[in-house]
Each structure stands twice: as C-alpha cells, then as structure tokens.
C-alpha cells in the first residue's frame, strides 16, 4: 500500500493495533480510532491526513472524509497549541456558560473558531459534554474535562496552559 503522508512508527502501530479489533473485512470500522490517532501525532486531519487513512483502511476517501467532518473531535484545520471547547448548550447556558464563553473571548482576544496570533489556544464552541451538572464545561485538547468554569477557574487554567507550553 502506498500512502501520501510519512507517519511515525508509533502512529503506524496504534492503527494496526486498531484495525486488528475488527474481521479483516471490516477493518474500516476502525476509521475513527485512526484518525485521532493521526491527529494525536499531527495536530489536525488534513486532506493529506484523510486520504491516507483511507488508503490504509482500503476504503474511498470520501467516506473517510464524511467521518472527520461529522464528528466536532476532529481538527480539520490547524489549531493552537490547546484547543480549548466550551460547552455553549442551554444547561450550561443557564448556568453561566454564556459568561465563561465571553470572558475567554474577552481574555484570549478571538472569536469561536479562531487561534490566538501566538498559537498558543484555539476556541471552540461545544455541544453536551455530558456533565451538565459541573457547568459551565471546558474540554482542554479533546481528553481533559474542565468543571465550573469560573473566571477565576478560567484565569488558573490558561495561566497553567501557558506555563505548561513554555516548558515544553
């Protein structure tokens, strides 16, 4: 198979590792756990991206494009270092969501959709992150679950963030 896009041996594994889940002729199911696993190594899915999962999984790219575009998870252009979702459904609408989303546009200085001009956070708008009872909620990079996003809340987390992106 011959594929547009050099991925790490690491990346490579994790995908075999996730098409072995399946019967060889349903290897496709595994298209979701490739891409993110080729996002977690890039950053985003690209066309590029798109077109090699689908080579690697035999099946057209137009179906795996389908995926990447459905599911908000994927980064279907470049980010920031952090993307930061907020939940903006009506649970945390009425328990101060709409407040936390205009402080962070207020304190990153962007808009939904939009990456800070150092590259350090991307913000998002999200759906039902399923813990309406914490809200407001932040998801930090599609894995780390932020609760009762205050502004104080708000202020220690980028300020770890921040911290967190000079050491690396």
Not at 121 to 149: H, I, Y
Request: glycine share 6%; hydrophobic share 40%; charged share 20%.
């Amino acid at each position: 198979m011959t594929t547009t896009l050099q991925l790490s041996d690491k990346t490579l594994a994790d995908i075999a590792r996730n098409i072995a889940k399946y019967p060889a002729e349903q290897k496709q199911s595994a298209v979701m756990a490739s891409l993110i696993a080729v996002q977690t190594e890039l950053g985003w899915v690209s066309p590029e991206v798109i077109e090699t999962v689908a080579q690697i999984l035999e099946m057209p790219t137009i179906a795996v494009e389908e995926v990447a575009t459905f599911y908000n998870m994927y980064n279907t252009k470049p980010i920031g270092k952090y993307k930061l979702v907020i939940c903006t459904n009506l649970p945390c609408q009425l328990t101060h969501g709409e407040t936390a989303a205009t402080y962070l546009k207020e304190t990153l200085g962007i808009g939904f959709n939009e990456t800070t001009p150092c590259g350090t956070f991307t913000l998002k708008e999200g759906e039902c992150m399923g813990a309406c009872g914490d809200s407001p909620v932040m998801l930090v990079n599609d894995k780390r679950m932020c609760s009762f996003m205050s502004k104080e809340k708000i202020d220690a987390l980028l300020n770890e963030l921040r911290a967190e992106g000079k050491s690396s």
